[in-house]
RNA sequence: GCCCAGAUGGCGGAACGGUAUACGCGCAACACUUAAAAUGUUGUGACCCAACGGUCUUGUGGGUUCGAAUCCCACUCUGGGCACCA
């Protein structure tokens, strides 16, 4: 009998593989209806680490399996894989280990692939692409400037989040929890000039599309509580012997006649404005200051309210005309509505507190019949409105609506989602492709009337080359290390023929990941970002499997860049992912696996020591895919022998060649299990039935035929044994690319069952009887056992359950 | 605080409202072996019993039902997301 010898065999069919081209789908021609194309798309990786631990490994293997299954069925499936080595982790990882990143970009690249290559999955591999390869990011840049020719790119000053160990700006995404979510440093707010995208010009249709999208339930939720939309009113109030009228956006306008203050944003226009009648200006002023300071976790972390009184001017309600203060207080965003409140403290916890504080008056106008004055909090129900004049008596519904539109106000709607800012003062990411000039500023040219002396670079002059530059590391001026490389930022202006200064700011990384998806197929084109040919055939992706932690970054980015697209006319699909699935995280004692705890399971020693179809293998077997589980070594010696019977079954039918069919249930309830489990993605059980089958047909002298089908449902876990035994078994052609095999129902069908007898609901006998029996006859059987008559003894049974194939339940 | 997911043997995990604990690991006994490993066979939720058999068991407490791990209500714990968003 021929050894396993897992090693040897994994290499030769990957090479194989490589050879034929097996994995290659006919991406230009569009006339191969044969087979319906299907782009099986993977999150693509950015190798920052060492390479890719156990982890990254499950993700791509559970995406593969996909693959396969949907190739078997009769796809034209394209596999795609790349890396996503632009970028600040690709440089930190650089700086970290003392070379340059274009060097380590090199070195990680191969290392990447061969491992990617060693798990055996049936990428495109002519397709691939890197984020840092001047023929894909010259079109990063040519989308910055699709998106700047549309409006959706402006530069402006503003108060952005920056991270001082990272010495860059971070987009609100890459803030978690007021620290920079790659290195924990705590973000701190800073003025300055910034690109940024108009994403929130699309928050209504990136919410609204959420509805019809087939995408995993968790990460719809995420998107629409990041995406945060509100509905209420827009109301103006109005100072007090002045012109001025501080606009407010509240979703409760039914309580306006409870705003007994009003608070202000301390970067808010009217401090400025109406410096001359505020009388204690020196001390708000001393109050902006300290605000602005503050990091975003300090904001937050002190819960205690802080504020100083606008003295001297004073609000007027519009509700009942009383003349209220004027606060500016911190818990107040200016960045959110209108950067002002009506503060209603008897039904707003934030208020509440504030008023307390600062003993402000509490008037309550709703009420539900239970409220005892002083509250103690605020009330945040529903009820019926008092102490409100005409509105007494209302539903807290019908008060907004009257309210409104009694005081002039209009219904608006606010999204929490913020622009997007693109610019990063770092090294290692694609030049922004913009130029400016002082001189056409001055006289007021340039592309956009908004935006003087600002140009795109010309297309046929990309990419604009990101220059070698020795000394690549942050220096922490506000600026990229490109603003001291003068044979960069000095360009002739394309208009006035001056001089002009090319941005030194680079875009993020998010950018170069929003857009790849389109750029796969088409890589080879090297006329344009992609084919449209191509992408009416192969888009928009039919299955997408990546981690939930871009539920809220890359995800949202990409729907977004697709929206923008479409509306341009150069695609005709708005949403990129048709399917998207997140798989579970694979972790390690409980814990996240991370370089920095030491707790990486590399996968190099399992494929060694057990060879890539067992790893693959165990891996799906060790929990559900969209669940994830913690990653041990204890089980893989059961899927290990699993491998091995199977092996050492494929030899002995080898030898024997039955032909005569012994095991047809058993393939084809199988068959059945398999299929439907994975396409629901539910690995950890289809091999689960493989091992039952195999249980079943090991010493049944299968035959050849049912042995076949057997392999083929294995095929997408263990892709490179069950080749070697397809081969063996003289079939001329891969097993990757057979047909899958279809379940005759009549097959499956035995000819008896187990019915269940129960009495009052519990269990007291199994008896074997043909299918089909009749309500009577079950009756008769279960009455004629020994342990039931005894029970039943001339008790009156009162009724009678019966599920036919299943069970009788007598009731007594 | 709000939203989402989850809690099942010693462990990973299965179970259209219908035999809870499939499959695998581990463990035990046996076979093969001079021996061990590997492999194979059998057993393996807990408790009571000499045995036949019985009782209990899906985080906790209630409810609906002939029948609940599954549906409903309340609570506890764990993981994830959002968080001064008016």
Redesign the pocket.
């Known amino acids: 009998m021929k050894k396993y010898e897992f090693s040897k065999i994994e290499k030769r069919w990957q090479t194989e593989w490589k050879k034929t081209g097996i994995y290659e789908p006919s991406l230009k021609s569009t006339k191969t209806a044969k087979r319906k194309p299907f782009y099986n798309l993977m999150m693509f990786p950015y190798p920052s680490a060492e390479g890719l631990h156990v982890g990254n490994m499950y993700a791509f293997v559970g995406s593969d399996i996909y693959g396969r299954f949907k190739r078997m069925g009769g796809y034209d499936v394209f596999e795609p894989i790349g890396l996503d080595g632009f970028g600040i982790h690709s440089e930190n990882y650089a700086i970290k280990v003392g070379t340059h990143p274009l060097k380590q970009s090199k070195v990680s690249e191969k290392r990447f692939y061969k491992q990617l290559e060693m798990i055996g999955n049936g990428f495109a591999w002519n397709e691939h692409l890197e984020t840092y390869d001047p023929e894909y990011y010259r079109w990063t840049q040519w989308v910055f400037i699709a998106m700047w020719k549309r409006g959706l790119a402006y530069r402006k000053k503003q108060a952005v989040n920056w991270c001082p160990s990272c010495k860059t700006v971070l987009a609100?995404?890459q803030?978690?929890?007021g620290a920079c979510e790659r290195c924990s440093s705590v973000v701190i707010k800073k003025e300055l000039e910034q690109w940024s995208f108009r994403i929130t010009r699309y928050a209504d249709r990136l919410l609204k599309n959420l509805d019809h999208i087939d995408w995993s339930?968790?990460v719809k939720?995420?998107q629409r509580?990041?995406i945060?939309k509100?509905e209420?009113a827009e109301i103006n109030f109005k100072i007090a012997n002045s012109e001025h009228v501080l606009k407010?956006?509240?979703?409760?306008p039914d309580t306006l006649f409870g705003a007994t203050y009003m608070?202000v944003?301390p970067e808010h226009e009217i401090i400025s404005k109406l410096k001359s009648q505020i009388s204690n200006y020196s001390e708000v002023e001393k109050y902006v200051k300290i605000s602005k300071e503050k990091s975003?976790e300090e904001?937050?972390e002190?819960?205690?309210?802080?504020g100083i009184e606008l003295k001297g001017i004073k609000a007027i309600n519009p509700a009942n005309k009383k003349e209220i203060p004027i606060f500016a207080a911190?818990?107040?965003?200016?960045?959110?509505?209108?950067?002002?409140?009506?503060?209603?403290p008897a039904h707003?916890?934030?208020?509440f507190?504030f008023a307390k504080k600062f003993k402000l008056p509490i008037v309550v106008v709703i009420s539900d019949g239970k409220t005892v004055e002083p509250l103690t909090e605020a009330y945040i129900g529903d009820g019926e409105l008092i102490n409100s004049g005409p509105l007494n008596g209302l539903s807290v519904e019908d008060a907004k609506k009257k309210i409104t539109n009694y005081v002039g106000g209009t219904f608006t709607t606010?999204?929490?989602l913020r622009d997007w800012i693109v610019s990063r003062q770092r090294y290692w990411s694609p030049p922004i492709p913009m130029m400016y000039c002082e001189a056409c500023a001055r006289v007021g040219k340039g592309e956009q009337k908004e935006m003087p002396g600002w140009y795109a670079e010309k297309e046929k002059n990309l990419p604009v080359l990101l220059p070698m530059v020795k000394e690549f590391r942050p220096k922490g001026k506000d600026e990229s290390p490109l603003a001291s490389v003068k044979s960069f930022y000095k360009v002739g202006c394309p208009v006035c023929g001056g001089g002009a200064r090319r941005e030194t700011d680079v875009s993020d990384t998010f950018l170069d990941s929003a857009w790849y998806f389109l750029r796969y197929p088409s890589v080879q084109d090297r006329k344009s970002a992609w084919n449209n040919e191509i992408t009416k055939k192969w888009l928009p992706v039919h299955m997408y499997i990546g981690g939930?932690?871009h539920?809220?970054l890359h995800l949202l980015y990409s729907r977004f860049i697709t929206m923008v697209f479409k509306d341009a006319g150069l695609i005709d699909f708005e949403e990129p992912f048709t399917r998207f699935r997140a798989h579970g995280?694979l972790i390690k004692e409980?814990a996240?696996m991370s370089k920095s705890k030491g707790n990486v399971v590399n996968p190099d020693e399992y494929i060694k020591r057990f060879g890539a179809d067992t790893l693959r293998t165990n891996l799906m077997?060790?929990?559900?895919f969209e669940?994830?589980?913690?990653f041990?070594d204890?089980?893989i010696?059961?899927?290990?022998?699993?491998i091995?019977?199977v092996w050492r079954l494929g030899q002995t039918v080898i030898e024997h060649k039955n032909k005569k069919p012994t095991c047809e249930r058993a393939i084809h309830k199988a068959i059945k299990k398999v299929t439907e489990?994975i396409e629901s993605l539910?690995y950890?059980?289809a091999?689960?039935?493989l091992?039952?089958c195999?249980?079943e047909i090991?010493?049944k002298e299968v035959s050849v035929a049912e042995f076949q089908m057997f392999l083929q449902l294995l095929a997408p876990f263990a892709p490179h044994m069950t080749e070697e035994l397809w081969f063996g078994l003289g079939n001329k052609k891969s097993i990757h690319i057979s047909e899958w095999p279809v379940y005759d129902p009549k097959k499956i069908v035995e000819e008896n069952?187990?019915l269940?007898v129960?009495i009052?609901?519990?269990?007291?006998a199994?008896i074997e009887v043909p299918r089909g029996i009749s309500e009577n006859d079950a009756k008769k059987i279960a009455m004629s056992q020994d342990?039931i008559k005894k029970?039943i003894n001339g008790i009156e049974i009162k009724?009678i359950?019966f599920?036919p194939n299943?069970?009788i339940?007598l009731?007594i």
């Not at 002190?302 to 802080?306: A, G, I, M, P, R």
């Not at 669940?627 to 913690?630: A, L, R």
Request: proline share 1%; aromatic share 8%; no cysteine.
């Open positions: 609100d995404e803030v978690v929890g339930e968790r939720i995420a509580n990041w945060g509100s209420g407010v956006f509240t979703t409760r608070v944003a975003e904001r937050v002190n819960k205690e309210k802080t911190d818990y107040v965003l200016s960045g959110y509505g209108t950067g002002a409140i009506m503060a209603v707003d916890e934030r208020d507190d606010q999204f929490r939930a932690e539920s809220v995280l409980g996240k077997f060790l929990a559900p669940q994830g589980g913690d041990r204890a089980g010696v059961g899927v290990a022998r699993f091995e019977r489990d539910q950890n059980t091999i689960s039935a091992m039952i195999l249980n090991e010493n069952f187990v269940v129960q009052n609901g519990k269990v007291r199994t342990g029970m009724k359950i599920v299943r069970l339940n009731v």
